[in-house]
């Protein structure tokens, strides 16, 4: 994220990477979404940082939701519980539960691997 960003948007959603956020843009503009920002915090280690950051940005004290999406790498839980964290550490929510999905037993938990072998 960069200090140039503004909101103009009360739906935001922040995903992990830039292949995330062009995937969300193209389908939130795909079903017709058209108060929702998508923005990218980078990797995993920058969620912390940024969302700090993302809380100061002018326009947030309008913001009505924060989506978040990231990796669960090996383990959903761990991801969940560290996505968690950041937001508490930012001052926002913490969600009381995770909502998930999962390319199957045995298969990598990365965004590119679920869904793109759900097209296939």
Avoid: C
Avoid at 2 to 8: D, E, K, L, N, S
Avoid at 31 to 43: Q, R, T, Y
Avoid at 49 to 75: H, M, Q, S, Y
Avoid at 88 to 108: E, F, K, Y
């Amino acid at each position: 994220m960069t200090p140039a960003v503004v909101i103009r948007s009360p739906y935001q959603l922040l995903v992990e990477g830039r292949t995330s956020k062009v995937f969300f843009d193209a389908l939130a503009r795909h079903v017709g979404v058209v108060d929702l920002e998508v923005h990218s915090f980078g990797g995993n280690t920058e969620l912390r940082g940024n969302l700090r950051a993302f809380i100061k940005i002018p326009g947030f004290t309008d913001v009505k939701a924060v989506g978040l999406v990231r990796d669960a790498e090996n383990d959903a839980v761990a991801a969940f519980q560290s996505a968690a964290d950041a937001l508490a550490h930012a001052g926002l929510v913490r969600p009381p539960v995770h909502a998930s999905i999962t390319p199957g037993p045995g298969r990598v938990n990365d965004f590119e691997t679920t869904w793109f072998s759900h097209l296939l």
